[in-house]
């Protein structure tokens, strides 16, 4: 009989001590995780509170059905973009279909402009107002040269521009090193679901797009491959914090 007693309470008191670990454990990923987000917000209000505008240069490359190596249309752009203004784009080079460029790639320059302005600017930002969080793993990894944490994204609201799926962020400051998801909307009601991709690199001291990609596969258009190339970046900062409500302006360099 004592020695059923002590193997019960043996048990008892492993289970104990399992659940205690795994209490401890959860805790710890949650406070892990919480600091993470509280980087990731900081680093976009951080660009907000010190960025007036920047501009580069972006080509567009649309890619139809098993042909992913000739565009059948492209175009590249100037684009301005402004605190307070949005987006703006001049055409400086354009080639292939018509019809693609006309009804595929020009709409979505415009849609680019109206989803930059303000109040529309604000819901696309990767912050936890616009997302659900939820940290993948505590450890670190090397993506493209940065030190990185794996975040699970989920919108808190439907938008246009919106992403499910999983965003990196540099370990040590919380800016945006890539994020990788399927749009919770569908560009157009031809159009499939679409996963995108955007990757971004420091550019004077902020994480600033390189490269883009949309692969959507429709029943009635096949797959599309979008593809964005961004270049020749020119920020523009404030002098300084109080500034921001001047909207005055000083250029900084250009990479």
């Not at 109206?114 to 107002?129: H, I, Q, V, Y």
């Not at 990185?148 to 919108?155: E, L």
Request: net charge positive; proline share 4%.
């Amino acid at each position: 009989m004592n020695d059923y007693f002590s193997a019960f309470f043996v048990r008892r008191l492993f289970l104990f001590c399992a659940c205690a670990g795994l209490t401890i454990a959860a805790a710890r990923a949650q406070a892990a995780g919480a600091a993470v987000y509280q980087r990731i917000d900081a680093a976009v209000q951080s660009r907000e509170q010190h960025l007036a505008g920047f501009t580069d240069i972006e080509k567009y490359d649309v890619y139809h059905g098993d042909d992913q190596t000739h565009p059948a249309a492209e175009i590249t752009v100037k684009m301005s973009y402004r605190r307070g203004v949005g987006r703006r784009y001049q055409v400086i080079a354009q080639s292939g279909s018509d019809l693609i460029r006309r009804f595929g790639l020009i709409p979505l320059l415009k849609r680019e402009e109206d989803l930059s302005s303000p109040g529309n600017m604000e819901r696309a930002w990767f912050t936890t107002a616009n997302y659900e969080m939820k940290l993948k793993s505590g450890k670190i990894e090397q993506l493209n040269g940065y030190p990185c944490y794996a975040v699970s994204i989920t919108p808190r609201h439907k938008a246009p521009n919106a992403l499910q799926g999983t965003l990196w962020v540099n370990a040590r400051d919380g800016s945006i090193v890539k994020v990788d998801g399927e749009a919770t909307r569908r560009p157009s009601i031809l159009a499939g679901p679409t996963r995108m991709m955007r990757e971004y690199k420091e550019v004077n001291g902020y994480a600033m797009a390189t490269e883009a990609r949309a692969v959507s596969n429709g029943r009635f258009i096949g797959r599309t491959v979008v593809t964005v190339e961004y270049r020749d970046y020119h920020l523009i900062f404030y002098p300084s914090p109080s500034s921001v409500a001047a909207n005055s302006i000083a250029t900084a360099g250009s990479e």
